[in-house]
C-alpha cells in the first residue's frame, strides 16, 4: 500500500465535514458578487454522500436533496437532485454568469434550451450556457427528478432571498423582480 504525504491526510480527513453556511443577506447584485468571492475563498471539502441522507430544501411544488452546496465547494458548484411536482414551471429565463445543467433521472420532462424544446425522460441532459432562454417543468402529471448543479455556485440563494421577501408580507411584481435579479435569475416574462 502507497503510503500517503502529510497533505493528503489533511486533505482526506475534511471529507464529509460539515460546513458553516456563509450568513450573508442578498439585497443587490454586488451583494452576490461579493457572496461569491466569500465562496471562493473557502475550502473545497471532499464529499461522499448518498441522496437519502443530503440536506433537503422544499419550495413550491419541488423539493432540492443538496448533493453539494456552495460553501463545500469553494463556490465553483452547487448540485442537487430537484424534483418538481406537477404545477411547477419555471418559465423562459437565463443567467448572465453561471451555466446551468440537467439530468433526468426519473420521469419526464418538458425543457427549453434556446430555440429547442423536447420531452426527455431518463438520461435526457441539458447544458444552459450563460444568457442562454431556458425553461422547465414536469411532463405527464407526474414528478420529474433531476440531476440539476451550477456553476459557479450561489444558485441555491434565491429561495433565501424569496423567503425573506414573503416574510415582508404582501410583495409588488417589482420587488419580486429585483430579487431574483439580484441572483442572476432574469424572466422574460418581466420583458413583456
Request: glycine share 10%; net charge negative.
Given at each position: ?187 422574460h416574462e418581466y420583458d413583456e
Amino acid at each position: 500500500m502507497k503510503v500517503k504525504g502529510q497533505k493528503t491526510l489533511e486533505t482526506d480527513a475534511r471529507t464529509n465535514q460539515a460546513a458553516s453556511p456563509v450568513p450573508f443577506d442578498i439585497d443587490s447584485h454586488d451583494d452576490y458578487v461579493r457572496l461569491r468571492e466569500e465562496f471562493a475563498r473557502m475550502p473545497k471539502i471532499p464529499t461522499l454522500v448518498h441522496v437519502d441522507e443530503a440536506p433537503v430544501a422544499k419550495g413550491s411544488n419541488r423539493t432540492y436533496n443538496w448533493l453539494l452546496t456552495s460553501e463545500q465547494s469553494g463556490g465553483s458548484i452547487a448540485l442537487h437532485v430537484l424534483t418538481v411536482e406537477p404545477g411547477f414551471t419555471a418559465s423562459d429565463h437565463h443567467h448572465s454568469n453561471e451555466e446551468e445543467f440537467f439530468f433526468v433521472l426519473d420521469g419526464e420532462i418538458e425543457i427549453t434550451v434556446g430555440n429547442k424544446t423536447t420531452i426527455g425522460g431518463p438520461g435526457t441532459f441539458a447544458y444552459v450556457p450563460p444568457f442562454a432562454t431556458h425553461a422547465f417543468k414536469p411532463h405527464g402529471g407526474k414528478p420529474c427528478r433531476i440531476l440539476h448543479w451550477n456553476s459557479p455556485g450561489g444558485h441555491e440563494r434565491l429561495g433565501e432571498g424569496l423567503q425573506r421577501l414573503a416574510r415582508k408580507g404582501p410583495s409588488t411584481r417589482d420587488e419580486g423582480r429585483k430579487v431574483r435579479e439580484d441572483h442572476e435569475y432574469f424572466f422574460h416574462e418581466y420583458d413583456e
